[in-house]
C-alpha cells in the first residue's frame, strides 16, 4: 500500500497563494495517477488537479491557471501550487494516488490511496 501525508494547508487572505505538499511512502509515480481533490462540508469531492506518469497535467475547470500540479521523483513528493486564492477555494485538500490508465481522471472513485488531508481556510 502507499500512505499519503498532506501539508502545506493554512489561512490565507484572497489573492493570496498556498503550496500543498504530499509525501508518499514509496515511489508512486511509475503506473499510477496522482491527483489533488477537494471537499467542503455538504459538497461532493471535486477534483482539482491531476498528472500522469508520462507527466501530463489535468486541471479542473475552476483552476483557470491558478493552480500547478508537479512531482518531485526524487523525494516521492507530489505539490500542488495555489495562486490568486479566493474564499471558494477554502476546502479540505485531498492527496490520492491510483493505477494508470484506470479511467478519468476527474473519478474520484478510480483513485486507490487518499490522504488525511490538508485544510486550506481563504477569508
Known amino acids: 500500500d502507499v500512505q499519503l501525508v498532506e501539508s502545506g494547508g493554512g489561512s490565507v487572505q484572497p489573492g493570496g497563494s498556498l503550496k500543498l505538499a504530499c509525501a508518499a511512502s514509496?515511489?508512486?509515480?511509475?503506473?499510477?495517477?496522482l491527483a489533488w481533490f477537494r471537499q467542503t462540508p455538504g459538497k461532493e469531492r471535486e477534483r482539482v488537479a491531476a498528472?500522469?506518469?508520462?507527466?501530463?497535467?489535468f486541471y479542473g475547470d475552476f483552476v483557470k491557471g491558478r493552480f500547478t500540479i508537479s512531482l518531485d521523483t526524487a523525494n516521492n513528493t507530489l505539490y500542488l501550487e495555489m495562486n490568486s486564492l479566493t474564499p471558494e477555494d477554502t476546502a479540505m485538500y485531498y492527496c490520492?494516488?491510483?493505477?494508470?490508465?484506470?479511467?478519468?481522471?476527474?473519478?474520484?472513485?478510480?483513485?486507490?490511496?487518499w490522504g488525511q488531508g490538508t485544510q486550506v481556510t481563504v477569508s
Open positions: 490520492v494516488a491510483g493505477q494508470w490508465p484506470g479511467g478519468a481522471w476527474h473519478l474520484a472513485s478510480r483513485y486507490t490511496y
Open positions: 514509496q515511489s508512486p509515480y511509475k503506473r499510477t495517477l
Open positions: 498528472i500522469n506518469p508520462q507527466g501530463v497535467r
